[in-house]
């Protein structure tokens, strides 16, 4: 589901305009099932820039929920961004990287050519809560050696709240997280029934991901778990929480990716064949995965492939 409203393009011409995507539920799995909210991809829009997945959990009582353990998976032609808000997870994955997802710490991981990893709440965790998101890699770069950055990024202060950026740059802060095409990602903390007004990159497109209070992008409103969408053209980006709480948000932002994708599981390449390839690949267990240490479940199994070819999502 999604509705459209204008917005100030910036240029005084109005002629900008707000689609609000709608979540729709997605169950992980597992015995109990912990559920996310999924805003991208959608039959009404494939990416935001390179963004081309978002989750967003919680906040969950992992004792009611038994939190997140995925099992070692597989991973090409895409970087995970993980972002928490409460919460811990424990990462590992076949490069050897050993790490801890925080709130307000940046985890980056490069699938590239392939990459295998876990992600496992950690035992002291009573509260899990934040986001996943997938980048994806363009074709020039996508089957880069697999890799993982982690970024603390310091917390900028706004007339009327604070942001934490980290990915590109935004509000006078420039995250160093090396990404492969013009990308923004930022957490915004929004005080009470205050507005904030930002200066973009007119060349990008972006997304304002709602977590909690309810936000006006321009004069359209965007609620919890929904997604705002403006096309490129505005040069500024006016939030406002109308709330009588703390809103949250994240911005996400990018250049327009102009290349088709085939997106099945956890895989991104190019056309069937790409998918096949990679899917083969992980049942076979090939050198082009590595091997996760240190998780005591087995590797998740890739689903069949559809009876029909996988074809690439539109561009929109």
Excluded: K
Aim: proline share 8%.
């Amino acid at each position: 589901m999604h509705r459209t409203a204008p917005v100030d393009d910036g240029q005084g011409n109005g002629t900008a305009r707000v689609e609000v995507l709608s979540a729709r539920d997605v169950p992980l799995g597992g015995p109990r099932a912990m559920t996310v909210r999924r805003t991208l991809p959608q039959r009404s829009r494939t990416l935001i820039g390179a963004w081309c997945f978002a989750d967003h959990y919680g906040p969950d009582d992992v004792a009611e929920t038994g939190g997140m353990d995925v099992a070692p998976h597989p991973h090409t032609g895409l970087q995970t961004v993980s972002w928490l808000f409460s919460g811990e997870i424990e990462h590992r994955d076949s490069l050897g990287s050993h790490a801890f997802v925080r709130p307000g710490e940046l985890n980056l991981m490069t699938g590239g050519h392939g990459i295998s990893h876990t992600e496992v709440s950690t035992p002291g965790t009573t509260i899990l809560h934040g986001a996943q998101l997938w980048v994806a890699l363009p074709e020039e770069h996508r089957h880069t050696e697999r890799d993982f950055q982690h970024h603390v990024p310091e917390p900028v202060h706004l007339d009327g709240g604070e942001a934490r950026v980290f990915l590109g740059a935004l509000a006078g802060d420039t995250s160093p997280v090396r990404t492969f095409s013009p990308l923004l990602g930022a957490e915004l903390l929004l005080d009470p029934h205050t507005s904030v007004t930002l200066a973009v990159d007119t060349a990008f497109e972006h997304g304002v991901l709602v977590d909690q209070g309810t936000i006006r992008l321009g004069d359209t409103p965007v609620l919890r778990a929904e997604l705002g969408y403006v096309g490129p053209g505005p040069d500024t980006l006016t939030l406002t929480n109308t709330s009588d709480d703390m809103a949250r948000l994240l911005l996400l932002g990018g250049t327009p990716f102009e290349e088709e994708i085939v997106m099945w599981w956890n895989f991104i390449g190019r056309s069937h064949e790409d998918i096949a390839q990679a899917r083969q690949d992980w049942e076979n267990a090939s050198d082009r995965f590595g091997e996760v240490h240190g998780h005591p479940g087995d590797r998740l199994p890739a689903p069949e492939l559809p009876n029909t070819r996988l074809r690439p999502r539109g561009l929109r």
